[in-house]
């Protein structure tokens, strides 16, 4: 099993990224998928996550009208559209596969890891 983060890169505040998390290994629609972070020196926190039953989505609070996470399970991929980037964003992002149909803000809970993608928002 494997999950290939990518899409990261340096952007100006303001600017937009879009992540991908490639799975291989699995059934994608098997899976709630989590996109998560960690800034330098902090812990790595939950950012939104697309369940597999229904596709509901959930953001934390301040990325809600900002970053919008959405699968494509032909492709057996996740994506996260991140828009209006403010340097507090700069972190790397991780996306994790959780079996079942439900989304999850716990870590522990996340049954793989991709390797992270480091997103760098700085004029």
């Known amino acids: 099993v494997q999950l290939q983060a990518s899409g990261g890169g340096l952007v100006q505040p303001g600017g937009s990224l879009r992540l991908s998390c490639a799975a291989s290994?699995?059934?994608?629609?098997?899976?709630?998928i989590g996109w998560f972070r960690q800034a330098p020196g902090k812990e790595r926190v939950g950012v939104s996550c697309?369940?597999?039953?229904?596709?509901?989505?959930y953001y934390v609070y301040s990325m809600k009208g900002r970053f919008t996470i959405s699968r494509d399970n032909a492709k057996n991929t996740v994506y996260l559209q991140m828009n209006s980037l403010k340097p507090e964003d700069t972190a790397v992002y991780y996306c994790?596969?959780?079996?079942?149909?439900?989304?999850?803000?716990?870590?522990?809970?996340?049954?793989?890891w991709g390797q992270g993608t480091l997103v760098t928002v700085s004029s």
């Open positions: 994790a596969a959780l079996y079942g149909s439900r989304c999850s803000a716990q870590r522990y809970e996340y049954d793989y």
């Open positions: 290994g699995l059934t994608l629609d098997d899976y709630a």
């Open positions: 697309i369940s597999s039953y229904d596709g509901s989505t």
